[in-house]
């Protein structure tokens, strides 16, 4: 995954999901941290700059989409791939008009999030290369 994404931010209150999509990242070379739900993905995000969010859409306290429109609204430039197990099209068409860049079903598959990641780094590439015209 030739990206410029370097650090990455899971938020999922599976630990399981924490736990097998650090190590297949970490794998992959990228600095990643997980916490279990959006108020503790919010505070980590104070004192840490993060490039990509990957966040469960289903989730207690704070769910995916309410964390999603504050991430949004305090660090509109940060991409979120937004991920669930039970979501339909509701769900969907509600996180990408709230700004996800794409949004993933669980089981996810590692061929599938490599793709969305490249796609997320040529959207920053041409959005780089437009601004410096």
């Given at each position: 995954?030739?990206?410029?994404?370097?650090?990455?931010?899971?938020?999922?209150?599976?630990?399981?999901?924490?736990?097998?999509?650090?190590?297949?990242?970490?794998?992959?070379?990228?600095?990643?941290?997980?916490?279990?739900?959006?108020?503790?993905?919010?505070?980590?995000?104070?004192?840490?700059?993060?490039?990509?969010?990957?966040?469960?859409?289903?989730?207690?306290?704070?769910?995916?989409?309410?964390?999603?429109?504050?991430?949004?609204?305090?660090?509109?430039?940060?991409?979120?791939?937004?991920?669930?197990?039970?979501?339909?099209v509701e769900s969907?068409?509600?996180?990408?008009?709230?700004?996800?860049?794409?949004?993933?079903?669980?089981?996810?598959?590692?061929?599938?999030?490599?793709?969305?990641?490249?796609?997320?780094?040529?959207?920053?590439?041409?959005?780089?290369?437009?601004?410096?015209?």
């Amino acid at each position: 995954m030739g990206s410029k994404i370097k650090r990455i931010l899971i938020v999922d209150d599976e630990e399981n999901t924490r736990i097998g999509l650090s190590k297949l990242l970490s794998q992959e070379g990228f600095e990643v941290c997980s916490v279990p739900n959006g108020q503790e993905a919010l505070e980590y995000l104070k004192s840490s700059r993060v490039n990509l969010v990957i966040s469960d859409i289903n989730m207690p306290e704070m769910n995916g989409l309410t964390f999603l429109k504050e991430l949004n609204r305090l660090y509109p430039s940060t991409h979120v791939i937004m991920i669930t197990a039970y979501g339909g099209v509701e769900s969907y068409l509600e996180a990408m008009n709230l700004g996800a860049f794409e949004y993933i079903h669980k089981p996810i598959k590692i061929e599938e999030l490599k793709s969305v990641m490249e796609k997320i780094h040529n959207d920053a590439k041409q959005a780089s290369s437009v601004g410096s015209m």
